[in-house]
């Protein structure tokens, strides 16, 4: 999945997750400040994220995100992971 493919999916989960219309999210978009996400409202979009694209991002990881483009590249890295293997 492609970079614009991946801005799109986030945008429409965004507009579902809060009841919005947004037509484009720009990678420079704050997501705090200039969305107005507060913190639940961050937590129910990471979950629909990590839902939609059966990911996990620990709270590590999305303690650095502040942008859009942040956010496209952390979930860009996590469905490039190569999966761990179990040992049998």
Known sequence: M???ELSRVLRDLYNEDT????DILGD????????GLDSVDMVSLVMQVERHFRIRMSHEELSGIATVGQLLDLISCKLHEEPIALAA
């Open 19 to 22: 009841d919005s219309s947004l």
């Open 28 to 35: 420079q978009v704050n997501l705090m400040t200039d969305l």
């Open 2 to 4: 492609d970079r614009s």
